[in-house]
């Protein structure tokens, strides 16, 4: 096997609108496993499908030494898709029926290729992963959000290729999945392309490639210490900046007290020249001399002037693009930190199966609890019955303050409205400047707050779901919230991880990032366990 090798060749890339996503990329992915990142929007899933060869350059070109197996984002399946059609061995298990009930069709053939063992591996690997229950032809749409990723990486791991290009592969994985894919990668002999916001994942990574719009930039080592290299670039990238916005203040202040002098100067000897009585044409040769010096200088001030704002310029270039994403810390949510807010006796989830069918909790008013378990335990029904969204079979349900429920799909915005005007409903209180002016800080221009809200990205309409409950006159006791974290990039989950941690109520957060929830500063863990719902400590997210 030659060494795997993806390599780009002044690569541009322009949407069919015409504008350029980026432009000549040049850069050489080995087998060193790589994580790609970069702001939502940037371009990484299109690069990730240039590299794979889904798509063409605009201009440009990308090599490849072998096959490259290409793993895109999840969506819902499609009513027609199968495992096999997850798995990607759909085309080989359909000819090798045709060559089994006689075909000598040379294209079945081909599609068979090496794979004449395929019906045999994939039965293996859907029990090496624990989806033994399923077979070749079960029909997509029966299965979870995960049990249709963990199919789909079957087929990357049942795959020859020479590399591997996975997009967002922890999406819609619990946390056993999660550690199950790390470690699958782990032992993945070739080339390996990872794209991803999922901060324990690209820790397992040897080196990091982030996409900005000027370009790739390269960062040995793992996501920590990319994350410190380029807090260090940025230090210093700042500090640069004011040394030079300091030395153009220094220097526009001596130029204008050249200029201030100056002007006395010619001044003075203008009356001099007045009193002394001297002739005209003497009297107009010293004007013209003291007129030429003077624009000399004022040339040479310009010039000077220009210069500082370039290195001005130049200084303020290097400084990553970090400030779209800006939060307001949130009112204080009423009611005291010893309040009850919500209680929960001998509730029976519905939908839910034994262990974690049962459950008995109760909330106080500072209280931010993880809700950890494995696809399929209840979580996100435990989070409809506490909000009121979904009654319990049995059991009562006690709240003592309002609680909001940001579930997956972000039902609390209307798709029909646009984002200023929910906002505006939330917080009657506030100016139209205001508003605008804390949506503009989301990254939510005016080209975006004034469109139905079911129009725009999923970063974007998670952002203004919590802009309309934090933001709110009076924000909830309780906060429910549902994988929030899914769809947004690596800066604007810091950035909700900030918001959140300002937030003085009661919360809840289903998630499988263990990264996000540690910076939450959980005061506990409501796990699901093969035992039922347990009371753990924050730490055991780390272990």
């Known amino acids: 096997m030659t060494n795997p090798s993806l390599t780009l060749h002044g690569v541009s890339y322009a949407l069919p ?18 994580g790609l990142v970069g702001r939502n929007g940037t371009g990484k899933t299109v690069l990730a499908r240039l590299l794979a060869g889904e798509l063409a350059p605009s201009a440009g070109q990308c090599a490849r030494s072998g096959p490259v197996y290409y793993l895109a984002q999840r969506t819902a399946p499609e009513a027609h898709e199968t495992v096999a059609t997850l798995a990607g061995v759909d085309a080989t298990l359909a000819a090798l029926e045709r060559i089994a009930a006689g075909s000598a069709d040379p294209c079945d053939f081909d599609a068979v290729g090496v794979g004449w063992d395929a019906p045999q591996r994939l039965r293996r690997a859907l029990q ?36 591997l290009i996975l997009d967002e592969p922890t999406n819609h994985l619990d946390r056993a999945g999660r550690h199950m894919l790390i470690e699958r990668l782990r032992a993945w002999p070739r080339g390996l392309l ?27 080592g793992n996501y920590a210490r990319y994350a410190q290299a380029r807090a260090d670039a940025q230090a210093s990238a700042l500090d640069t900046l004011t040394q030079r916005q300091a030395q153009r203040r220094r220097e526009l202040q001596q ?32 004007k013209a001399r ?42 204080a949510a009423p009611g005291p930190a010893s309040r009850h807010v ?50 319990p079979m049995t059991g009562t349900v006690a709240r003592t303050q309002a609680a909001v ?92 991880e900030a918001m959140l941690s300002d937030y003085t109520g009661a919360m809840m957060v289903v998630s499988h990032d263990d990264a996000f929830l540690l910076a939450l500063g959980l005061t506990d863990l409501f796990a699901a366990q093969p035992t039922g719902w347990q009371w753990l400590a924050p730490d055991a997210l780390q272990t």
Not at 452 to 465: I, Y
């Open 128 to 163: 090496d992963e624990g989806l033994g229950h399923l077979d070749a032809n079960t029909p997509a749409c029966h299965l979870s959000g995960g049990e249709a990723l963990r199919v789909a990486l079957i087929g990357a791991w049942l795959s020859d290729a020479d590399f």
């Open 17 to 34: 609108d015409g504008r350029v996503l980026f432009s000549d990329l040049n850069d050489s992915f080995d087998e060193r496993p790589t």
């Open 194 to 220: 990872v794209v991803s916001h999922d901060r324990r994942l690209l820790d397992t990574m040897t080196r990091i490639v982030e996409l900005t719009p000027d370009g790739l930039q390269s960062y040995g």
């Open 255 to 286: 130029m204008r007290e050249i200029d201030a002098r100056q002007r006395r100067h010619h001044a003075r000897d203008a009356r001099a020249a007045r009193n002394a009585n001297q002739a005209p044409i003497l009297l107009g040769r010293q």
């Open 405 to 496: 429920y940001l579930d997956q799909a972000l039902g609390v915005l209307d798709p029909r409205c646009g984002v200023l005007t929910q906002l505006r409903a939330a917080r009657a209180t506030g100016s139209e400047a205001d508003l605008r002016m804390r949506l503009a800080h989301l990254g939510q221009g005016a080209d975006k707050i004034l469109v139905p809200s079911g129009q725009l990205s999923g970063g974007e309409r998670v952002k203004a779901a919590l802009a309309c409950v934090l933001y709110a006159d009076t924000p909830p006791a309780l906060l429910l919230l549902d994988e929030p974290s899914n769809h947004l990039d690596l800066a604007a989950t810091q950035a909700l």
């Open 342 to 391: 919500v209680t929960l006796r001998d509730v029976v989830l519905p939908f839910v199966s034994a262990p974690t069918r049962t459950v008995s909790l109760t909330l106080h008013g500072r209280q931010r609890v993880g809700v950890t378990g494995p696809n399929g335990c209840g979580k996100s029904t435990l989070l409809r019955v506490i909000a009121g969204d979904s009654e």
């Open 290 to 331: 003291s007129e030429s010096t003077a624009g000399r200088m004022r040339v040479q001030h310009t010039a000077r002037r220009e210069a500082l704002a370039a290195t001005v310029r130049e200084a303020s270039s290097r400084l990553q693009d970090d400030g779209d994403i800006a939060l307001h810390a949130p009112a």
